[in-house]
């Protein structure tokens, strides 16, 4: 194909369909800032307007904690085939009827747990396909407690191998991606940035210092150990208040927590916000806490210590995975151990003592923050080598 300066390309993200979903949101701002950089692009499916509610889990959390640990891993894998299956049945055809009478140089697709579509529709119309890989799905089950799925390892190698370019965000998922492929110079590595949110509010007032966390309640994102330091915290520093943002499998564990007696009036949960009282409320807090467990092969990038980042917050974070890549000790966060309940104490206890380092902290986690433009420039870039190919 000759070489184009500016390759016509379809961004394929089945989660922009669901307003409140935040791979969905990240598609929107990726299609947005690169269409603004004078990119050709536009995605398949689009967002349904006034849609902002996030969707609920596919199988109730509750239906879950019910049943048998044994039976949970088993049946969530099964209903991801089936939903995997589903749609790309529905979405093969869509995209091959609506792409084939001018179908684009480039089809740009975010790689979905036991989806097929991209890999059809790409092939059907004799396009080159660069996927965007956000997570190996073999190794995220085992994260989520499910058994390896042979399935997901194997379509995981298959279609990191069939892809024209591959597109991964950060060195720890590129080294995983490269280990199971015969070609790794097709690999970019490219960091996800986000928007900077237009509206701008204070921090709050009155002398409360308030304490945000903002992401999925899973086992390794360490919200029981973030719930214990607190309250260690407390006792030196009793005008800390923590709000807890998102939902997931540990999050009554984390309600019964919080209702203890040295918690109860210290701690609120919103569940799940879109994105604009997300940042409302970040921008309204004091420091922002990641506090992860250490759980090995981590590759996948916290998306809450970029939103953290781009509101200005002083950040407590796990020195743990892709974070050390991400934010300084001492530059522009506080590093702590994983799993290190002592340290985040001391760590929150010395943020809300000291306004001045909060302050300058904050300020210098802004000034890092990745934004969605640089992504942006970095993906049309790739597409314009997947056309030239």
């Known amino acids: 194909m000759a070489h184009m300066k500016r390759p016509a390309v379809v961004y394929h993200n089945p989660s922009m369909i669901r307003a409140g979903r935040w791979a969905g949101e ?12 004078g990119g050709s692009v536009r995605a398949v499916p689009s967002t349904a307007a006034g849609q902002t509610t996030r969707p609920g ?4 959390r509750r239906l879950l904690a019910r049943l048998p640990r044994q039976w949970r891993g088993p049946l969530v894998t099964v209903r991801l085939m089936q ?18 009478s001018s179908p684009p140089d480039v089809l740009l697709a975010r790689y979905h747990e036991y989806e097929w579509t991209p890999l059809i529709v790409a092939r059907l119309l004799h396009r080159p396909l660069v996927l965007e890989v956000h997570s190996s799905f073999a190794l995220e089950g085992t994260l989520r407690g499910r058994r390896p799925s042979r399935v997901a390892r194997w379509m995981d190698r298959l279609f990191w191998q069939r892809a024209d370019l591959l597109w991964v965000h950060t060195p720890a998922l590129r080294d995983i991606v490269a280990a199971r492929i015969d070609d790794p110079d097709k690999i970019r590595l490219i960091p996800f940035g986000i928007a900077d949110p237009e509206m701008r509010a204070e921090p709050g ?3 409360r210092i308030e304490v945000a966390f903002a992401g999925s309640f899973y086992p390794w994102h360490g919200v029981d150990e973030l719930l214990e330091a607190f309250a260690r915290a407390r006792m030196e520093a009793p005008e800390m208040h923590l709000t807890l943002i998102g939902d997931g499998v540990s999050r009554d564990d984390a309600l019964d927590r919080a209702a203890a007696p040295d918690l109860a009036e210290a701690t609120s949960f919103t569940g799940w916000l879109d994105r604009n009282a997300l940042h409302r409320q970040l921008q309204q807090s004091h420091i922002g806490v990641a506090p992860y467990h250490d759980i090995g092969q981590s590759y996948f990038e916290p998306v809450k210590v970029l939103d953290y980042q781009m509101a200005g917050l002083a950040i407590v974070a796990s020195d743990t995975g892709h974070i050390p890549n991400m934010a300084e000790d001492g530059e522009d966060a506080v590093l702590v151990p994983p799993g290190d309940v002592d340290a985040l104490a001391a760590a929150l206890v010395k943020l809300a003592a000291d306004p001045g380092l909060r302050d300058e902290l904050g300020r210098a986690a802004r000034q890092r923050a990745m934004h969605v433009e640089e992504t942006a420039a970095a993906v049309l870039e790739l597409c314009r080598d997947a056309a030239d190919l």
Do not use: H, I
């Open 26 to 37: 990240r598609g929107r701002q990726l299609v947005a800032a690169m269409q603004e950089a």
């Open 57 to 60: 889990p596919g199988m109730p």
């Open 83 to 100: 939903r995997g299956t589903t749609n790309t049945v529905k979405w093969s055809w869509r995209l091959w009827r609506r792409l084939r």
């Open 205 to 207: 007032t009155g002398g």
